[in-house]
Every structure is written in structure tokens, then in C-alpha cells.
């Protein structure tokens, strides 16, 4: 199933599901690629030891690979056991984990020469965003934005195209319209980000990878989405019991999932 992007009056309570899956997080999502931070950092050319702001740092996925290079990095996060999770992850590294949303947190007046969000920025509220954003970066900094979503190669597994059956029984179809996401042809986010009044973006790059999961993993993959934690329970054991029934009839039990993401970048308007 392709996860769809939350509805402006279920945002809020979508987003809250996320913290029910804190204990999976970290080792059931995929890691970014390595190269999308190497090109973030040549971009941006932050001094050693800038400091950072990360929108919905979740387990902390996009913030280890930061930290790890020696930048300074506080992070927002709204859910508490995710937060803590956070904090065990970033043990050891100048890490600083606050349980709050990005709309409600109040700075005291601390600037930062990176304000990033990766597969979060869809959860702010858009009214607030770059606005708030913008007012968090130094001169001339910067705003940076990636995902990680799921695309479909036209050689890729068909699993997915054959399981949207039983999303379909269980009353979870695809909206009207849908497009397949292919990899290096999913849409940007320029046009909005420059709409704000605040930001020029000044570079877009797309990046895609795969991972294989057994039937497990991918079932622990599934219950870190809002859309799965959401569905009522005789949903998810129709669905999970399907996908298991028809991995185990494959040779190596495994599937192949291609995932896809746009990182931007932007500089704040002065």
C-alpha cells in the first residue's frame, strides 16, 4: 500500500499514533542514504559544531548521522516515548531532545544555521511552518526537507500492486486518481516552499533506494505508519495474515521494497 499524505483536519490526530510504535522505530524504518547528507552538508557548508534544529526527530533516524559529524543538534519532538528513545539513541552525543511540537516551542531566542525535518514537515501545520522556520535561522541560513516514501519501479516487485486487493476488502483503498510513485520522478515542493515569502530553494535532489524484509520486518515496518496503527484490529489481522500467508509462499519469504525521497534546500530570504 502507498501511504498517503494526512488530511489538514486529521493531522493532529494522525501524527499523535506515532508514539505507540517508539519500542520499533529505529531499527523497522529504513536509513536515509548516506549521500543525501554528504550533499546536504556541501550545500549548506555549516562551520564545525553549528547547531541544528530538527523538526519530528522521531527515534532519531536523520539526527545520529548529524550528530555523529560533530554538529550540535536540538530536536523536537512531540511524542514522549519517541523523545526517549531519542535520547538513548543520541547517548553520548550533543544531542538536546525536547518533547514539544514544532508549532507550540518556544526558542528564548536561539538561532540555528539549519533548520531541518526529515519525513516530518508534512505533519506542521502549513499556517505556521516556514513562517516559524524562518524566524529560527540565522542570516542567510537554512531550510532543508526530505522523506522517505515508497515508489514503485516499473521491474520492481509486484507484491504490493497484488496485496492493494486486500487494502480494497478491508475498506482501505487508494484514493481516486492515484498515481504510481516511480523512483527519480516523484514531485517537488519548491513552488511552496518559495510561496512562503521566506525561502529560496536553491537545490532539489532525489535520491532512492531499496531494502528487503522478511515477513516480520515488514509487519514491524507497517505498525510504524499512522495508517496502519489507525486501523481497527480486525483490519490489520485480515491484511498482516494475507501478507504473511503469501510470503511464506515465496521461495526466500522476502519482498523488495523501493523507497524514494526529494531533499530540498533552501536559503532564507533576508
Not at 531550510?143 to 500492486?161: C, K, M, R, S, T
Not at 525561502?199 to 499512522?226: C, H, K, M, P
Amino acid at each position: 500500500m502507498l501511504e498517503r499524505m494526512p488530511k489538514q483536519r486529521d493531522r493532529v490526530q494522525l501524527a499523535a499514533t506515532f508514539d505507540q510504535a517508539a519500542h520499533l522505530y529505529q531499527r523497522a524504518r529504513p536509513d536515509y542514504p548516506p549521500e543525501l547528507y554528504e550533499h546536504l552538508l556541501s550545500v549548506v557548508s555549516p562551520a564545525p559544531g553549528a547547531r541544528f534544529l530538527e523538526v519530528g526527530c522521531a527515534s532519531g533516524k536523520a539526527t545520529l548521522p548529524l550528530a555523529q559529524r560533530g554538529f550540535r543538534i536540538t530536536c523536537l519532538e512531540p511524542g514522549p516515548a519517541l523523545a526517549q528513545a531519542a535520547r538513548v539513541n543520541m547517548a553520548n552525543l550533543d544531542v538536546e531532545v525536547i518533547v514539544d511540537r514544532f508549532e507550540d516551542w518556544d526558542p528564548a531566542g536561539q538561532r540555528y544555521a539549519l533548520v531541518y525535518a526529515a519525513t516530518a514537515w508534512h505533519w506542521v501545520d502549513p499556517t505556521v511552518g516556514y513562517r516559524k522556520a524562518a524566524e529560527l535561522l540565522e542570516p542567510h541560513a537554512f531550510l532543508a526537507l526530505w522523506g522517505a516514501g515508497h515508489v514503485i519501479p516499473y521491474n520492481g516487485d509486484p507484491f504490493f500492486e497484488e496485496i492493494q486487493e486486500i487494502y480494497d476488502e478491508i475498506g482501505e483503498p487508494l484514493p481516486d486518481g492515484s498515481v504510481i510513485p516511480r523512483p527519480q520522478d516523484l514531485p517537488d515542493d519548491r513552488q511552496e516552499i518559495e510561496a512562503s515569502g521566506m525561502f529560496e530553494v536553491i537545490d532539489i535532489r532525489q535520491y532512492d533506494w531499496e531494502t528487503v524484509y522478511d515477513a516480520d520486518g515488514y509487519l514491524e515496518l507497517l505498525n510504524t505508519f499512522s495508517g496502519h496503527i489507525a486501523m481497527q484490529q480486525w483490519q490489520r489481522d485480515r491484511l498482516y495474515g494475507e501478507i504473511r500467508r503469501r510470503l511464506a509462499d515465496r521461495p526466500d519469504g522476502q519482498l523488495r521494497r523501493h523507497w524514494g525521497g526529494v531533499l530540498h534546500i533552501a536559503r532564507r530570504l533576508d
